[in-house]
């Protein structure tokens, strides 16, 4: 078992940056490749970036490249997601996930581990 506890999200105004932190206990974080989705309100949850258990891969929504950057420290069992040029649309419950090793490494699915989610609000 894998327990994921995100942090950091808050509220920032338009253009400005958040750093979100999701601490993994329970079994070793390097076992598991790890991700970022959010979801807002009235919309689908939606994929943001997943690194692999290295952190020497990563992979990202096309629409959010170049303004964030998901990276882990396998030291502190912590994955990371930096956020820069923030936007409103970015306003979501953000979440992490992992999953062990399987074909289709970029793949989560609903019996993966998954955080609670932290709350990412951008004002215009």
């Known amino acids: 078992q894998v327990q994921l506890v995100e942090s950091g999200g808050g509220l920032v105004q338009t253009g400005g940056s958040l750093r979100l932190s999701c601490a993994a206990s329970?079994?070793?974080?390097?076992?598991?490749?790890m991700g970022w989705f959010r979801q807002a309100p009235g919309k689908e949850r939606e994929f943001v970036a997943a690194?692999?258990?290295?952190?020497?891969?990563?992979y990202y929504a096309d629409s959010l490249k170049g303004r964030f950057t998901i990276s882990r420290d396998n030291a502190k069992n912590t994955m990371y997601l930096q956020m820069n040029s923030l936007k409103p649309e970015d306003t979501a419950l953000y979440y992490c996930?992992?999953?062990?090793?399987?074909?289709?490494?970029?793949?989560?699915?609903?019996?993966?581990?998954w955080g609670q989610g932290t709350q990412v609000v951008v004002s215009s």
């Open positions: 329970g079994r070793t974080a390097s076992n598991y490749v």
């Open positions: 996930a992992a999953h062990g090793p399987r074909l289709g490494t970029w793949k989560f699915l609903e019996g993966d581990y």
């Open positions: 690194i692999t258990q290295s952190g020497g891969s990563t």
